[in-house]
């Protein structure tokens, strides 16, 4: 195990400018001390630009060109890609990957939600790196949605045992972006529980969808339906917060024409590991076929796809209130 790390890094290295990566990148950002340098890379050079554009009053943000450039610079490495494949090729690919560079003693923070057995290999990978001088490889995907990374407030599922060396620092760098960081146990067990969270929020998404759908059929006014349900005993934080239905919840992407948001595909993608990952295991769910069935229909589905994954109510052929 690796000793502790008590001096704050002076140099990140960022990989990953979607959605969630952006206004992570962000927050980090703005939060660091002002002697601290941010490295960043992204595939597409567009938005890349842009990063840099919209920080251009930061002096210590630099843009690179590779993976490898992004971790060559760095102390602290930090990913977010959409999937294990781009995974592996953001840490693995021939001279361009950030193993290609001097790894030496640094640590690697994937925030990917991919499944756990190529995070397993990528982090295999990680510490062969350099075996004099092992890096330190974590999964830490995160939740709370877009909206959650625009305000700092993510929730981090962090692959570490509370006991780990390292955690009191990933603590310290993950709070830069989150308000909530849980070590879950041990190398991929963030995954897991993500994984586990996103298969119980996309089923809570779907039920509550057609819960309001069919409430508001019998003639139930949906604000009104929707109050019931928080101090009933089908409430949830997506009847609160993220409500399926247009103008329940007015600040929340599903009343701005499902934009943004978290992505039906994404849904899908995530409901699709959790169950690959149920079978590894013996875990029996009752409700994924379904689920998935809804979720990938939804995909398939022009009026829905690319739109943040509660639009899975318009699927349904939910009504649709016009939000003023």
Partial sequence: MSKPTNVF???????????????????????????????VYDIDSVVLRKFIQANADHPAITMVSSPKEAAEYSDFFISIVPEGSHVKDVYMAPQRGALAANTGGKIFIDCS??????????????????????????????????????????????????DDPQFVLLRRIFSCMGTSIYPIGGQSLGLAAKLSNNYLSGMIALATSEAMNLGMRLGIDPKVLSECFKTSSGGSWVNSTINPVPGVCPDAVTSKGYEGG????????????????????????????AGLGAYAAATDDPNCRDRDSRVVYRWL????????
């Fill in 9 to 39: 890094p002076q140099r990140f290295g960022w990989v990953g400018l979607g959605a969630m990566g952006f206004p992570m990148a962000s927050q980090l950002l703005q939060k660091l001390p002002p002697s601290c340098e941010l490295f």
């Fill in 113 to 162: 939600t991919i499944d756990p057995g190529t995070s397993l290999e990528v982090g295999r990978a990680v510490a062969a790196s350099h075996p004099t001088n092992p890096p330190r490889f974590f999964d830490a995907p995160v939740s709370g949605g877009t909206r959650g990374a625009e305000k700092g407030i993510l929730t981090f599922m962090v692959g570490a045992a509370e």
């Fill in 262 to 289: 978290f992505k039906i595909q994404l849904m899908k993608k995530d409901i699709s590991l959790a169950i690959q990952a149920a079978k590894t295991v013996d875990a029996k769910l009752v409700l994924a076929d």
């Fill in 317 to 324: 052929g939910g009504i649709e209130p016009e939000c003023t």
